[in-house]
């Protein structure tokens, strides 16, 4: 698929499971987004950071690391239905819809990741038009908003990345709603048992559901149904 937005791409990448291929990258991603214009001077200096720690942190840290904040926290989850649907059935729904867009655009995500992985829909959006993918983004900019703010109590770099979509996104968010995520408890990555349990009593329906889908997600989705043309991956470029 043809690459339209090198930044997004770059986010995504920043966003994914750390690896020492991604480590290699790190001087090619920290150049797009040092470039990017839409950006101001002062949140690519913010992202200069992260770039670093990933590209200079032993690989079992930043494993460990990046598993503790993401995997181990479902406030912190990357999986961005999980914070608009929680255990609604309505999560369902909207990942099969969000699935066949992708695949009525030709995009087959390289990954076992649900979806609505932010980093597998950040990779889709870098392939959409400009105006495309600024209006999914600013549909999610209340989480990206949230997910800012609890990554910044814990002084994670990886705030930085949400900064940035926020930025990218160019949208107002409603306080009310971003109160009200931050008004939710945070789990404690620590007290595995506890996080156990509650991943335990998840569950992803990706069956038939006859309420499946908000209005919010059908108009999001709705967007992402244009067809693209095969062009070089990333790494290609």
């Known amino acids: 698929m043809e690459l339209r937005d090198r930044s997004l791409k770059a986010l995504s990448l920043l966003l994914s499971y750390p690896s020492r291929d991604l480590q290699a990258a790190m001087p090619e991603i920290g150049g797009a987004l040092a470039a990017e214009t839409r950006l101001t001077a002062a949140q690519r200096r913010d992202l200069r950071p992260l770039v670093d720690m990933i590209g200079g942190t032993d690989i079992y840290d930043l494993e460990e690391g990046y ?54 829909l950040l990779e889709f959006l870098a392939t959409r038009p400009d105006a495309e993918a600024k209006e999914v983004l600013a ?20 705030g930085a990345v949400f900064s940035a979509l926020l930025q990218l996104a160019g949208a107002e968010t409603d306080s009310a709603v971003v109160a009200e995520l931050l008004a939710q408890p945070e789990d404690d990555p620590q007290d595995l048992e506890a996080l156990d349990r509650v991943w335990e009593e998840s569950e992803v329906v990706f069956g038939p559901d006859p309420n499946a889908g908000c209005p919010a997600s059908r108009d999001m989705l709705a967007k992402m149904d244009l067809p693209v043309t095969p062009a070089p991956e990333w790494a290609a470029e």
Do not use: C, Q
């Not at 209340?142 to 609890?150: D, G, S, V």
């Open 67 to 120: 598993v503790g904040l993401f995997d181990r926290s479902r406030s912190l989850s990357l999986n961005l239905f999980e914070h608009v649907h929680g255990e609604s059935r309505d999560r369902g729904g909207a990942m099969v819809s969000l699935l066949e867009s992708y695949r009525e655009a030709g995009f087959e995500p390289a990954t076992a990741e649900l979806p609505d992985h932010l980093p597998v």
């Open 139 to 158: 549909d999610a900019a209340h989480i990206f908003e949230a997910l800012a703010a609890r990554l910044a109590r814990r002084e994670s770099p990886y």
